[in-house]
């Protein structure tokens, strides 16, 4: 039982440069999102969804795309990476948003 | 400013103290209320979970929650150097599916 798988684990990237930070779930989750956590900024929502065909803007959505075209994956877009997009991205899952979310591993990222 | 704040510290005790968590909220359509625990280079798990006014205890921890004044508490009783870590209050927006972290507070219990 793989939970929630987050790839990569480790990205560097230079300024203007685009990728895909790859969520997936193997527990059959209506509700996926993605946060970022910075230091002193606890976790900030970036995107969720609430089911496959249905995505909405979180806390700090500028710079990030995403999409939900299956209940098991959950990507999400840098369009054109900034330093200030520099930081810790975890991928979450629950069944219902109000009940328990269960984390991926999480992605560093680092844009120079 | 945030919808929910959470004092950062970083706070450090003694082993068997007593802790007290905080957050509060600005949203009064806020609904249900979680604790999560972060150790370090892991992602967050859930401690506790309410969605009503006053306590609820599971074991060593309690939740708390005043909706009248949009705050909420975890409380730690006789503190273990393994509750040392980050702890986030999370709070859910029901219309809509918004669940928002708090700063997390850094927690240190010191044998």
């Known amino acids: 039982n793989a939970g929630v798988t987050q790839t990569p684990k480790f990205q560097v990237l230079k300024t203007g440069q685009s990728m895909t930070l790859q969520c997936a779930q193997d527990?059959?989750?209506?509700?996926m999102s993605w946060y970022r956590q910075d230091p002193g900024m606890g976790l900030r929502l970036i995107h969720y969804s609430v089911g496959a065909g249905i995505t909405d803007q979180g806390e700090v959505p500028n710079g990030y795309n995403v999409s939900r075209s299956t209940t098991e994956d959950f990507p999400l877009r840098l369009l054109s990476a900034a330093p200030s997009q520099t930081s810790v991205y975890f991928c979450?899952?629950?069944?219902?948003?109000?009940?328990?979310?269960?984390f991926g591993s999480g992605t560093q990222l680092s844009v120079l | 400013q945030k919808e929910v704040e959470q004092d950062p510290g970083p706070l450090s005790v003694p082993e068997g103290a007593i802790v007290s968590l905080n957050c509060t909220y600005s949203n009064s359509a806020f609904q249900y209320f979680m604790w999560y625990r972060q150790y370090s280079r892991k992602g967050p798990e859930l401690l506790m979970y309410t969605y009503s006014s006053g306590n609820k205890e599971d074991g060593r921890f309690t939740a708390q929650v005043d909706k009248s004044s949009k705050y909420i508490s975890l409380f730690i009783r006789d503190s273990q150097p393994s509750d040392s870590a980050t702890y986030l209050c999370a709070i859910l927006n029901n219309q809509g599916g918004k669940l928002i972290f708090g700063q997390g507070t850094e927690l240190s219990v010191k044998p």
């Open positions: 527990m059959n989750h209506e509700y």
């Open positions: 979450a899952s629950s069944r219902d948003p109000n009940e328990k979310l269960f």
